[in-house]
């Protein structure tokens, strides 16, 4: 059983999924919008909260704030406050990371696996930062569950300037926040009318999974020219070799 799958048995021996955004939505109530700008912070400026579920929670908190929330089984939440607050929060959080990574160095990361930490997590992350670069890392990760919790420390330790850093954090901020806010949103009354309100626990993940896919489409473009360069150096350094 991994780390998260034993998180996920703790919630639920507590009759409680942290890893549902629907449960997190249920248990705060009043308070939701509140606790999705403090899950936004934590999911991007403690290493803690790479479990949390962003992607998911900012989906549904975009249903919850739709005009057919109540039709839906949810406590309403303002859509205006969400789209203010989540941004600022999750720029705060990944600035604060981006901080303790410029401050602590690779500190921060010295320390074994365990149930929550791999050292892969951050070697992925520093993959993506010297694949695409600083600027482009920092937006993309946005959209990568996990990678996204590592990568501000990672810019921290790697050098990013913290000028630097804050532009492109906040590019990535409110692509991320809004952008899946907005997917929740608009698309709320088509859900209710296709699956029902009964069904959307079924239908969170595909929801998600397709609008994180779409976000990776510049990924997978870089890798592809990433690769169409790589081929015609070989190709270059071939010819040079006959010459």
């Given at each position: 059983m991994n780390s998260i799958d034993k998180v996920r048995a703790l919630g639920e021996s507590l009759s409680f999924d942290p890893l549902n955004p629907k449960d997190w939505l249920n248990w705060l109530g009043s308070f939701a919008m509140f606790?999705?700008?403090?899950?936004m912070f934590a999911e991007t400026g403690l290493l803690i909260g790479f479990?949390?579920?962003?992607?998911?929670l900012l989906f549904i908190a975009g249903v919850a704030a739709s005009p057919v929330a109540e039709a839906m089984g949810f406590t309403a939440?303002?859509?205006?406050?969400?789209?203010?607050?989540?941004?600022?929060?999750a720029i705060l959080?990944?600035?604060?990371?981006?901080?303790?990574?410029?401050?602590?160095?690779?500190?921060?990361?010295?320390r074994p696996d365990s149930r929550l930490f791999k050292q892969e997590y951050v070697e992925k992350t520093e993959h993506y930062f010297r694949k695409f670069g600083p600027g482009k890392a920092v937006v993309l990760a946005r959209f990568i569950p996990i990678v996204r919790t590592f990568m501000?420390?990672?810019?921290g330790v790697l050098g990013m300037p913290a000028k630097e850093f804050f532009l492109w954090n906040v590019i990535g901020g409110i692509l991320w926040t809004d952008g899946i806010l907005l997917a929740g949103y608009f698309l709320a009354e088509r859900i209710q009318n296709s699956i029902g309100a009964e069904n959307i626990d079924k239908y969170i993940l595909p929801f998600v999974f397709v609008i994180v896919l779409i976000?990776?489409?510049?990924?997978?473009?870089?890798?592809?020219?990433?690769?169409r360069e790589k081929r015609r150096e070989a190709a270059a350094a071939k010819i040079d070799a006959l010459r």
């Open positions: 606790g999705v700008w403090a899950i479990f949390l579920p962003g992607d998911s939440i303002p859509i205006w406050g969400l789209l203010i607050g989540a941004p600022i929060c959080g990944a600035q604060t990371g981006h901080w303790l990574g410029a401050r602590y160095g690779r500190r921060m990361f010295s501000n420390p990672v810019a976000s990776l489409i510049p990924i997978f473009i870089e890798m592809i020219r990433a690769r």
